[in-house]
């Protein structure tokens, strides 16, 4: 099956300035799980959350149809990377406690994904998918984000951007859903790695290769402006929404 392969081409920025998420999202998750011998880390990018779950679960596979994101993923020693589609995962029946997508359900084939979970997950097994929303710095940068955003990238997006930002509510979850709170990643950026952040976007990188300049240069000067010292340190808040629910 094929996939919407969006991240490749900046797979070493991905790794680099994609946030991670809270403590308090995994805590919740182990909530669920009290069972820990094996989960599947869908679509996993640079591998972020795999290496979180690898230190509670025995074993961890950890999935990504981009070879150049398993490239740039981290090791560990009991994680299993593999280039696989979320639609045809390579694993085995039956075989996991917990299967966790972040940030990247909306690319899926939603229909054949949940056969899959149906068969990868054991019964009473947990699929938890989360993806976070665009972040609040201050009045003024946010000023200059939200305008780049909307303006500047409008027509870049993929279409499947609608998604995210209805936290996933129209999309289908047929699973014994619970109850899940709002989550923040907060961490701090300077000037520089904020760019950072926004280089690693899709439609930053569709917009670089359709006009062969970086979009970011149109809103540098206002932005910085409203940063201060490209070295100054800032907040910066994302909140996070998740579905989560229990396989039959």
Not at 99 to 127: C, M
Not at 188 to 213: D, P
Request: charged share 15%; proline share 5%.
């Amino acid at each position: 099956m094929n996939f919407k392969d969006y991240f490749s081409t900046q797979s070493d920025i991905y790794a680099k300035y994609r946030p991670g998420y809270p403590d308090a999202l995994y805590d919740f998750l182990l909530q669920l799980t009290p069972d820990r011998l094996t989960a599947w880390d869908c679509a996993t990018g640079n591998g972020q959350v795999a290496v979180v779950l690898a230190q509670h679960f025995t074993t961890v596979f950890a999935t990504d149809a981009s070879p150049a994101q398993i490239n740039h993923a981290a090791a560990r020693p009991n994680i299993h990377y593999s280039v696989a589609t979320a639609e045809n995962s390579g694993l085995a029946s039956l075989s996991t406690n917990l299967i966790t997508v972040a940030q990247a359900l909306h690319w899926f084939n939603f229909d054949a994904f949940y056969t899959e979970v149906r068969r990868v997950g054991k019964p009473g097994s947990v699929l938890a998918v989360w993806g976070y929303e665009l972040c609040e710095v201050t009045p003024a940068v946010d000023a200059v984000f939200m305008y780049y955003y909307n303006h500047i990238l409008a027509g870049f997006w993929a279409q499947e951007r609608m998604y995210v930002e209805n936290r996933y509510t129209n999309i289908p979850f047929p699973f014994n859903e619970v109850a899940t709170p709002l989550f923040y990643i907060e961490l701090q950026y300077n000037f520089f790695e904020f760019c950072g952040y926004l280089n690693s976007w899709s439609a930053t990188q569709k917009y670089r290769q359709q006009h062969g300049q970086n979009p970011l240069e149109l809103v540098a000067a206002q932005l910085l402006e409203a940063w201060g010292n490209a070295e100054q340190m800032r907040f910066v808040r994302f909140p996070v929404f998740m579905r989560a629910g229990f396989i039959d």
